[in-house]
């Protein structure tokens, strides 16, 4: 069974900081999706990254896969309180089935 | 309306009550799904609806009962309910393809509690 483990998994930060979080797979994965969810919310999707060694940029947000395909991270430069939020990373693991990870709570504070 | 809603947002509900979540998805998506999310655990998925055919059910207590009646709309009925059912309970839609990316896209969720 494929899992995903991300980390950490929480993370409280000052505006203006920047901050790594990571996503790993115990196996290959061919695509990645990210997602950021607020409290009372459905998680809305960030990015899907596909080729490994891929770097995808979301304003103060960059997205990387790993050149194994294995793992991903997400970079958040200058961090403000409206990126306070819960980070999961999912993939898709069959025609109707979908992993996630646990996610990263990140609380950033003004 | 755009994307996937869902309604209502909020719901208190007795363990006898009967009530039901309604999920629209307005993104031409063949594939619906129904999920838990619980504090401090992954999303994990109840249901899956493709063509309004169910093609998942994962060992869901039948207290929760899924009806599809076409490709846009995606109902939960709930019926004696255990404290432990309060949760979010989030719909999704896909384009349900293999071998494709097919990125989900979720409902703001129900928040549930069951007193």
């Known amino acids: 069974t494929q899992l995903l483990e991300q980390s950490p998994q929480f993370l409280s930060i000052q505006e203006g900081e920047n901050l790594t979080v990571y996503c790993n797979s115990s196996?290959?994965?061919?695509?990645l999706q990210w997602y950021r969810q607020e409290p009372g919310e459905g998680p809305v999707l960030l990015v899907t990254v596909v080729t490994g060694g891929e770097v995808k940029k979301l304003k103060r947000l960059t997205f990387q896969f790993g050149d194994a395909r294995k793992d991903s991270s997400l970079h958040i430069t200058a961090a403000q309180p409206g990126d306070t939020g819960l980070y999961l990373c999912g993939l898709k693991a069959g025609t109707y089935k979908y992993i996630f990870g646990t996610g990263t709570r990140l609380k950033v504070l003004a | 309306e755009t994307g996937v809603t869902q309604t209502p947002r909020h719901l208190v509900m007795g363990m006898t009550n009967k009530k039901s979540l309604k999920c629209e998805q307005h993104?031409?998506?063949?594939?619906m799904y129904w999920y838990k999310q619980s504090a401090k655990k992954p999303l994990e998925l109840m249901f899956v609806y493709s063509l309004e055919e169910r093609v998942e059910n994962n060992s869901v207590p039948s207290r929760f009962s899924p009806e599809c009646p076409n490709s846009s709309h995606l109902f939960l009925h709930l019926h004696t309910l255990q404290p432990e059912d309060s949760a979010l309970y989030l719909c999704?839609?896909?384009?349900?393809?293999?071998?494709?990316?097919?990125?989900?896209?979720f409902g703001p969720g129900t928040r549930l509690t069951v007193l």
């Open positions: 993104l031409g998506h063949n594939a």
């Open positions: 196996s290959v994965f061919s695509s």
């Open positions: 999704a839609s896909s384009q349900g393809l293999a071998g494709m990316v097919n990125e989900q896209f």
